[in-house]
Structure formats: C-alpha cells, structure tokens
C-alpha cells in the first residue's frame, strides 16, 4: 500500500473500453498503475465519479489532484471538455481543462479543422504523445488507431484510421468471419496480409482475398484471423499518404 502522501498526481486515461489509472509523485515517476474494466462507454454521466472513488479513492486520501483524458471528456462522457483545435501545443491543453469534480480535471482533446470544416479528433491520445516525442511521427495503434505529426512540440496534423473496429466487425459480422477460428498467432499469414495490404489500394476488393485464399486452401481457418488483421494494419500504413512521411513511433502497450 502506497503512503498517499507521497503521491503528488493521480493520471487516469478513460477510454471507451478500460480505464487505466497511475500514481505519481512530485517528480513525474510512476509509483503504482491500476486498471478497470468500466470504460466511458458504458457509463452514464452520473455514474463516473463513483467508479473513480472507488479505483483510486485511496491514492487521493492525501489531496492529490486527477488529471483524466480520453473518452471520459467526450459528448455523452462524465463532462464534455472541448477540443482544443491544431496546431496545439501542450499549454493550449492546459488552458483549456474541464472541472468534473472537487479536485477533478479533464484534459481536452485534440480536433482538426479545415476550412471551417471539423476533419478529424482524438482524445487521450494527444496526452500520450506529447509525453513521448516534440517533433516526428506517431502512431497508437488500436481500435481507431491514430497517427498524429508533432514539430516544434506541437501536434500539427492527425488522421483516424477505424482499423482495430473494422477488423472487429469483419470478424463477427462479414462471410470472412464464419469459416474462421481462435488458433496461434501465425506470422507468415499475417506477412502475406500486409503485403497484400500495402501493395493493392483497393481495400474492399482485397478484403476479398480472405475469402478466396481459404476457398482454395492456401489460408487455413485459423490463420486466416492474422491475414486479415495483417492486410488490414498494411492497407492502414499504405494511406497514410503526405503529411505523416518519416521514422514512425509507435505508442502502445508491448502486446
């Protein structure tokens, strides 16, 4: 058990699907790490403040202030904190934090415009890139993975791709799901996805491939999970196109 007195900061990254909470002290290290299954999405706005108290209700025994990014800012979340629009420098997110609560703030997330037009977003992403790197590429893979082009320490440029869910839902609702089943991680058929991915800009009609490689006997029901998701990730990196050219960071958990 952590002397609460030692912590300085409780950081909590609320997503859709999990929330994952840290303990640190005046320095910025990380003295413990918690994580919980009742993500934002399944949340009313009434019910936030319950689930904090009881995650990390012990660590702010002593005062500490929360710091929570992600979902838990959205339209529909705890309390809508507003994007900050790009080019945005990690101050701009600091002026414009949301109060939720008594020694609660929620960091804004990160919008693009153009011309006039809202052209893309993110939330909790943007806190996880100004951490890792000023200037350069990054990638957070995940269900709506995002690529983000930071310079000067400032987010200059981002783009969703909706990966991670369009794999989802081909898995469980799409003719290429029902033949396939749980087996090993099989690399050479994720190879050969992301080869096919990378090299063919029709995706809907790669997609396809899924279907004739196991019809024909070259992808068998349990690799065919990993050339999907391989030809997936490959068409993802093929359109990233201008803007995000350049070394790529990648900021994940190591799975």
Request: aromatic residues 6%.
């Given at each position: 058990?952590?002397?609460?007195?030692?912590?300085?900061?409780?950081?909590?990254?609320?997503?859709?699907?999990?929330?994952?909470?840290?303990a640190?002290?005046?320095?910025?290290a990380?003295?413990?790490r918690?994580?919980?299954?009742?993500?934002?999405?399944?949340?009313?706005?009434?019910?936030?403040?319950?689930?904090?108290?009881?995650?990390?209700?012990?660590?702010?025994?002593?005062?500490?202030?929360?710091?929570?990014?992600?979902?838990?800012?959205?339209?529909?979340g705890?309390?809508?904190?507003?994007?900050?629009?790009?080019?945005?420098?990690l101050?701009?997110?600091?002026?414009?934090?949301?109060?939720?609560?008594?020694?609660?703030?929620?960091?804004?997330?990160?919008?693009?415009?153009?011309?006039?037009?809202?052209?893309?977003?993110?939330?909790?992403?943007?806190?996880?890139?100004?951490?890792?790197?000023?200037?350069?590429?990054?990638?957070?893979?995940?269900?709506?993975?995002?690529?983000?082009?930071?310079?000067?320490?400032?987010?200059?440029?981002?783009?969703?791709?909706?990966?991670?869910?369009?794999?989802?839902?081909?898995?469980?609702?799409?003719?290429?799901?029902?033949?396939?089943?749980?087996?090993?991680f099989?690399?050479?058929?994720?190879?050969?996805?992301?080869?096919?991915?990378?090299?063919?800009?029709?995706l809907?009609?790669?997609?396809?491939?899924?279907?004739?490689?196991?019809?024909?006997?070259?992808?068998?029901?349990?690799?065919?999970?990993?050339?999907?998701?391989?030809?997936?990730?490959?068409?993802?990196?093929?359109?990233?196109?201008?803007?995000?050219?350049?070394?790529v960071?990648?900021?994940?958990?190591?799975?």
């Open positions: 058990m952590i002397d609460a007195s030692r912590i300085a900061l409780v950081g909590v990254d609320w997503g859709s699907t999990n929330l994952r909470a840290f640190m002290d005046d320095e910025g990380v003295l413990d918690r994580a919980d299954g009742r993500g934002a999405a399944g949340l009313s706005p009434d019910g936030f403040a319950a689930v904090l108290d009881e995650v990390v209700g012990d660590w702010r025994a002593g005062g500490a202030p929360v710091l929570i990014c992600g979902m838990a800012g959205a339209r529909g705890w309390v809508e904190a507003p994007y900050v629009e790009g080019p945005a420098a101050a701009d997110l600091s002026a414009q934090m949301t109060g939720a609560a008594p020694g609660v703030r929620i960091v804004p997330g990160v919008c693009k415009r153009q011309d006039g037009r809202l052209m893309d977003v993110m939330r909790g992403e943007e806190v996880q890139v100004f951490g890792a790197l000023t200037d350069g590429v990054a990638v957070c893979p995940g269900t709506h993975s995002k690529w983000v082009r930071m310079a000067g320490g400032r987010i200059t440029d981002l783009r969703t791709a909706m990966t991670g869910e369009l794999f989802a839902v081909l898995r469980a609702h799409s003719i290429l799901g029902r033949s396939m089943t749980e087996g090993p099989d690399p050479e058929a994720f190879d050969a996805g992301v080869d096919r991915g990378l090299g063919d800009p029709a809907t009609a790669a997609l396809f491939s899924v279907r004739t490689a196991e019809l024909d006997g070259r992808l068998t029901p349990g690799a065919a999970p990993d050339y999907l998701s391989g030809l997936l990730i490959g068409s993802e990196i093929a359109g990233a196109g201008g803007g995000f050219e350049g070394p960071h990648l900021i994940g958990a190591p799975a």
